[in-house]
């Protein structure tokens, strides 16, 4: 391909892009295909010649599109969202086309001086400690890594990195609602299921902070080190908050490292009204939330916070002759403040965000987001064949169909159906959990183009589907 030919393909793309965003809600949001029925239509082996993009472009609208979950489709009302929008699809554009690999300053000054001011920008809009520092994650599993690695290495004065683990005693507790990143942390660290305390949780699926403690107590007196606590700011199955002031305060009682996961309901920050949820924020020690969740920024970004910058980068630092920079010190190398090496320039798009939406139009459009979801769960509650299941903290739904006289049994098989139906038809998609053993419908409402109308649909399907499903 050249110059010429880019160009003009590209200006065609960008028009199917934006035909994609004002037409999403006409595809299926779920897409009917059998397994292997998109591989099938693949050819065996790669081309020897090389293809015009007219004809490549022409098999992914014929073979690869009706293979897609339409993720911004505004009835996408699944799992959490992974929104997007028009200003994070322009950054990620000229992310592309650059290509810089910015693992350290040198590599790209402007992209760790942006990172950096923009991380400094949502520090102080979140209400994050200014003894903080923020850094661009892949992902809130790689940011939960890096902290329980960290954790690990301060806990043992940096031992571990040098001689190995000898004899496995560190204990990780989260509650039994944590998401399952904190379990894959553990494992990756070769520390053992076992090394990881699930905590009781209340009525409201959120940890119970005295049980933590009587955990704690328990190990200590066993001769075992505990190592980090994860809280949860808005669970993966219910959006629960746990009690992050009283975890706290014990955390620093017994001088452990404190990592908070609010990769989904993180962007709340930015709302003062929710400020609550991070009470007693100064005794923490990282915090990570995802962007590419509910900031209409595309995945991945992952934002993560740390107090003990120097801890962190001793942790992870290495330092081979090729990397060797005349600006030590004087800036930041973000190769040493995670995982991976390569990192791509992910503060562009974020920056284009923040700015082409402003603070205000952000909190518009998560307070419209929160109101639609309340507006739902007002006629959830209001219908008499329907139950809320849990509290309704922000914009997620869990509910159930449950009419007359129907044991438990019964009512997670129907909910199942009516779940499995509505996703087969493709007008809405939504998603489960289990509460207290009950098959619990989930929905969240947080699409960046999402409108009242959507959600008003949505309903109606839900309960005319029901109404299918009973008598069936
Ligand atoms: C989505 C989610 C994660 C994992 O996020 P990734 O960026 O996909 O790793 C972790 N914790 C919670 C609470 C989540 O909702």
């Known amino acids: ?51 015009s993009m007219d004809i490549i472009f022409k098999d992914f609208q014929d073979i690869i599109l009706p293979g897609i979950t339409h993720w911004q489709h505004p009835k996408f009302l699944a799992y959490f969202p992974a929104n997007t929008s028009y200003a994070s699809v322009l950054g ?18 402007a992209a760790a001086e942006l990172e950096e001011r923009v991380m400094n920008w949502l520090k102080k809009l979140m209400g994050i400690p200014n003894n903080f520092e923020g ?3 892949d992902t809130a599993s790689s940011a939960t890594l890096t902290a329980l690695i960290t954790a690990r290495e301060k806990l043992s004065n940096f031992d571990i990195n040098q001689n190995g683990l000898e004899q496995n005693n560190l204990r990780i507790y989260c ?22 305390v699930k905590v009781g949780t209340d009525d409201h699926l959120c940890m119970v902070a005295n049980e933590l403690e009587k955990n704690i107590l328990q190990d200590i007196n066993n001769g075992l080190k505990p190592m980090c606590v994860v809280a949860a700011l808005g669970t993966t199955g219910t959006t629960a908050i746990d009690p992050l002031a009283e975890i706290a305060s014990i955390c620093k009682k017994y001088d452990i490292w404190l990592h908070v996961d609010a990769a ?22 990282s915090f990570v939330f995802n962007a590419h969740k509910w900031l209409f920024t595309n995945f991945d970004c992952s934002i993560y916070f740390v107090k003990d910058k120097e801890a962190l980068i001793r942790s992870f630092e290495i330092l081979p002759e090729y990397l060797k920079t005349t600006n030590k010190g004087l800036v930041n190398d973000y190769r040493d403040w995670g995982v991976p090496l390569g990192r791509r320039f992910r503060a562009l798009k974020l920056w284009f965000v923040i700015r082409n939406f402003g603070i205000k139009g952000i909190q518009q459009k998560l307070r419209h987001h929160n109101k639609l979801a309340t507006d739902f769960a007002s006629w959830v509650e209001a219908d008499e064949q329907f139950e809320i299941l849990a509290p309704v903290t922000m914009n997620l ?20 159906q009516l779940m499995n139906q509505l996703n087969m038809e493709g007008k809405i998609y939504l998603t489960h959990t289990k509460i207290e053993g009950k098959f619990t419908l989930r929905v969240c409402i947080g699409q960046t183009y999402v409108e009242e109308r ?10 005319k589907m029901a109404e299918k499903t009973v008598f069936s």
């Open 397 to 416: 739904i869990c509910f159930r169909f449950n009419p007359h006289d129907l044991n438990e049994s019964a009512l997670n098989r129907l909910n199942k």
């Open 1 to 51: 391909m050249d110059s010429k030919t880019f160009r003009k393909q590209a200006h065609q793309i960008v028009d199917w892009m934006a035909d994609y965003f004002e037409q999403v809600e006409k595809y299926p949001v779920k897409p009917r295909v059998k397994p292997k029925e998109i591989y099938n239509q693949l050819p065996e082996n790669a081309p020897v010649e090389g293809e």
């Open 92 to 109: 990620e554009m000229i992310t592309a086309t650059m290509g810089a690999q910015c693992m350290i300053w040198d590599t790209s000054p």
């Open 175 to 196: 509650s039994g609602e944590a998401h399952s990143s904190v379990e894959k942390a553990v494992k990756v660290m070769s520390l053992g299921r076992k090394s990881l």
């Open 264 to 285: 989904y309901a993180g962007s709340l920050l930015l709302l003062p009204e929710y400020q609550w949820m991070i009470e007693g924020i100064e005794g923490i020690d």
């Open 135 to 137: 850094v661009i994650q």
């Open 454 to 463: 959507h959600v008003i649909e949505s309903w109606q399907e839900i309960k």
